[in-house]
């Protein structure tokens, strides 16, 4: 069974891999520090939360995940 830290090695390894991703439309992120707020519509997405705490707010309701969340 595949824990966190090796599901974020394996993330780190393909972050930022582009269009070249052997399943199309996947899409890896990584970021190192924390972001900017940003605004903007996403299509339907599914995230998991391997390290740090990401925040959302959706119609002014605030979601915070961490790792091992989902989203």
């Not at 069974?1 to 199309?24: E, F, N, Q, S, Y």
């Amino acid at each position: 069974m595949m824990t966190l830290d090796d599901l974020k090695r394996l993330a780190l390894r393909h972050a930022g891999t582009g269009p070249d991703c052997i399943v199309p439309g996947l899409r890896v992120r990584a970021t190192t520090q924390p972001t900017a707020p940003m605004s903007g519509i996403e299509e339907p997405v599914f995230a998991l939360i391997l390290q740090g705490r990401k925040r959302s707010t959706v119609g002014g309701r605030m979601y915070e995940y961490g790792p091992g969340d989902s989203v």
